[in-house]
């Protein structure tokens, strides 16, 4: 019979996993408080949550929603770093803070859409654009046509414009002579 704090633990647990596109695994050692402050406003500010469970709460609550075999990507102590929205810049913030602080944190692995997927696969999705940069490269590529077709438009005009200028500067001409 699980204690009534665990319980209130394991709904935690659910609450932060639940519905959540990416969720990764990184096992950590020698990180002290401060360093685990600095990684969680980077995740932070980067998408996503950092949390610390005892692992056989994350595996009752994985599979409560699903989640086959998370103890494949479970290994001692073990930090959950888990996506809010923009998953390739929460990893982007995630592998970025590990390296300039020089923390020991090694990536184990993820699930992403209820999927397993490796450390490497983690890794990778950091070298992605990140939601932000995304958008922009969408509203470029939507800008360049609709600046020509502005200017295809606004050609004629122009045409009509300097073709007057002419004239009126040939009748001057033709008028001081």
Do not use: H
Not at 44 to 60: D, E, H, P, S
Not at 99 to 122: F, H, P, T, W
């Amino acid at each position: 019979m699980p204690s009534k704090r665990n319980e209130e633990i394991l709904a935690s647990i659910l609450d932060r996993i639940q519905d959540k596109p990416l969720i990764v695994t990184a096992r950590y050692s020698n990180v002290n408080a401060a360093q685990m402050n600095d990684l969680r406003r980077d995740i932070t500010n980067g998408g996503g949550r950092i949390f610390i469970a005892k692992n056989n709460l994350v595996k009752i609550a994985a599979d409560q929603i699903g989640i086959q075999d998370i103890d494949k990507i479970i290994d001692g102590p073990t930090a959950y770093i888990v996506a809010d929205d923009d998953i390739a810049g929460m990893v982007k913030a995630l592998t970025t803070s590990i390296k300039d602080q020089s923390l020991e944190v090694q990536i184990l692995g993820g699930i992403m859409e209820s999927e397993m997927i490796d450390a490497n696969r983690v890794e990778q999705i950091a070298d992605l654009p990140s939601r932000e940069q995304l958008i922009g490269m969408l509203a470029s590529a939507l800008n360049g046509p609709l600046n020509s077709f502005a200017r295809v438009l606004n050609a004629p005009v122009q045409n009509l414009a300097s073709a007057l200028e002419q004239i009126a500067e040939q009748r001057r001409t033709a008028e001081e002579a």
